[in-house]
């Protein structure tokens, strides 16, 4: 069984900084692609960035230059730096983990960007 457990968001002003976590655990050999998605209210969820296990990421449009996707490996844990939040960046965010081949989510973290 794999668990995924986010931390991290809630409420940040405009411009500002928030990073989020997401700690895997319970049967997490052969980890794969880790990735955060997000959900706004009345929006489909969208993929926000992911990274492969050989730490190569890639971003949506809409984030690129200001959100960083991290992995450490060692502790089966991704992590989201976001940078000059916007209003628009207010969402549910959702890590999702592929672990021998099946995709794994956790259960979400709000990060309300105030306009």
């Known amino acids: 069984q794999v668990q995924l457990v986010e931390s991290g968001g809630g409420l940040v002003q405009a411009g500002g900084s928030e990073r989020i976590s997401c700690a895997v655990s319970?049967?997490?050999?052969?980890?794969?692609?880790m990735g955060w998605y997000r959900q706004a209210p009345g929006k489909q969820r969208e993929l926000v960035a992911s990274i492969s296990s050989d730490g190569s990421p890639n971003y949506a449009d809409s984030v690129k230059g200001r959100f960083t996707i991290s992995r450490d490996n060692a502790k089966n844990t991704v992590y989201l730096q976001m940078n000059s939040l916007k209003p628009e960046d207010t969402a549910v965010y959702y890590c999702?983990?592929?672990?021998?081949?099946?995709?794994?989510w956790g259960q979400g973290t709000q990060v309300t960007v105030p306009s």
């Open positions: 319970g049967s997490t050999f052969s980890v794969g692609r």
């Open positions: 999702s983990v592929v672990v021998l081949f099946r995709a794994y």
